[in-house]
Structures are given as structure tokens and as C-alpha cells.
């Protein structure tokens, strides 16, 4: 069992940057895929980003450039920098975590373990 929690969520003006953290735990934190995805009111859950046990990454295309995913395997943690932020960029993040590694940005039913989310809110 993976336990997941997120945090570094909040309100900012466009252009600007924040840093979504997500401590992991229950699991050997090397070897597992985690991922961030985000979710807004009426629309479907999508993938933000991946990064694989190797260290390898996959972005949204709508991102790329943008943000960026890494992890500290000392903390246990995933972290997700999110810089030149849009109103669009608005939404429920989560992050995600499976034992499985995926090719590309996997759908959200891919992966099994999720954490409960974190708000960013970016105003015009």
C-alpha cells in the first residue's frame, strides 16, 4: 500500500510560480512510477506529467516548458514546479503513484494509488 499527500497548493496570479510537493510513504519509493494530474470542475481527469523509477519524464504538451517534475528519494517526495502559470492551469492536482512503469502519459485508471489533492487557483 502507497499513501500519498500532497500539499504547496494556492492562489496566484498569472505568471507566476508554485511548487506542489507529495510525500510518499508504505512503499519502496525507488521503484514505483509517480505522476501528477489535475482535474477541473466539469472536465476530466488529465495527466500533468510522469516520472518513471529511472528518472526518465513525460509532460502534457499543454505544460512543457513550464513544469517541471522531480523527486528526492531521500525524502520520499515528488515535486512538481509550476512556472509561467495560466488561468487555465487552474485545477484540483493529484498526485499519483503505481509500482507498475508506463510509456508516455498514462491515463488516470492506469495508475492505483492516489493522494487526496491540492487546489491551484491562477487569476487573470
Known amino acids: 500500500q502507497v499513501q500519498l499527500v500532497e500539499s504547496g497548493g494556492g492562489s496566484v496570479l498569472a505568471g507566476g510560480s508554485l511548487r506542489l510537493s507529495c510525500a510518499a510513504s508504505g512503499y519502496t519509493y525507488r521503484s514505483i512510477s509517480m505522476g501528477w494530474f489535475r482535474q477541473s470542475p466539469g472536465k476530466e481527469r488529465e495527466g500533468v506529467t510522469v516520472i518513471r523509477s529511472d528518472g526518465s519524464t513525460t509532460y502534457a504538451n499543454s505544460v512543457k516548458g513550464r513544469f517541471t517534475v522531480s523527486k528526492d528519494n531521500a525524502k520520499n517526495t515528488l515535486y512538481l514546479q509550476m512556472n509561467s502559470l495560466k488561468p487555465e492551469d487552474s485545477a484540483m492536482y493529484y498526485c499519483?503513484?503505481?509500482?507498475?512503469?508506463?510509456?508516455?502519459?498514462?491515463?488516470?485508471?492506469?495508475?492505483?494509488?492516489w493522494g487526496q489533492g491540492t487546489q491551484v487557483t491562477v487569476s487573470s
Open positions: 499519483a503513484a503505481d509500482t507498475r512503469s508506463f510509456l508516455g502519459l498514462p491515463p488516470p485508471g492506469a495508475f492505483n494509488y
